[in-house]
């Protein structure tokens, strides 16, 4: 099956690719590598939750915000490749959570999007991953994902 089709038997959708709020590009290629920006849990340039994890935000607040940051890393990687099939594996990401002191479960937070990588492309959806607790994130977004992908030439 094909990680477009996996996309849509699982219920998702790959939104239309955010505009970047200051000066970067989406995504950059280079090689077989593409590099997509940090994506926050936003629809339409408008973030759905803010808070800290631990305070305003639940651990399974976090969670779902982590997927919908995934989706807009997608989005840019798509922007690039024209189709998610072109991805060969994922090879890395970076989740950064914004936490109230004593807040320890970033790990937690950022298995939503592990989580969902692996839904949706199996084996090669299993990948290196960084969990990292912040003090904060671009307009109060509770957590923020960039990832590192692997494409076929």
């Known amino acids: 099956m094909s ?29 077989n590598l593409v590099y997509a920006s940090g994506q926050t849990p936003s629809i339409a340039g408008k973030l ?3 808070g800290k994890l631990g305070r305003e935000i639940s651990l399974e ?15 840019e990687v798509r922007s690039l490749t024209g189709s998610l099939d072109a991805i060969a594996r994922i090879v890395k990401v970076n989740g950064y959570v914004a936490s109230a002191e004593g ?13 969902l990588l692996e839904e949706i492309f199996g084996e090669a959806g299993k990948h290196a991953r960084a969990a990292i ?8 977004a509770p957590v923020e994902i960039e990832m590192i992908v692997e494409v076929r030439s």
Not at 61 to 75: F, W
């Open 103 to 115: 807040f320890t479960q970033q790990p937690a937070v950022i298995n939503g999007a592990s989580a």
């Open 133 to 140: 607790g912040v003090a904060e994130l671009p307009f109060g």
């Open 48 to 50: 759905t939750m803010q």
């Open 3 to 31: 990680f477009e089709a996996r996309v849509k038997e699982l219920g998702l959708t790959v939104p239309e690719l955010p505009r970047p709020a200051f000066s970067y590009v989406p995504a950059v290629r280079t090689g």
């Open 61 to 75: 607040q976090g969670q779902e915000g982590a997927r919908l940051c995934l989706l807009n890393c997608l989005a």
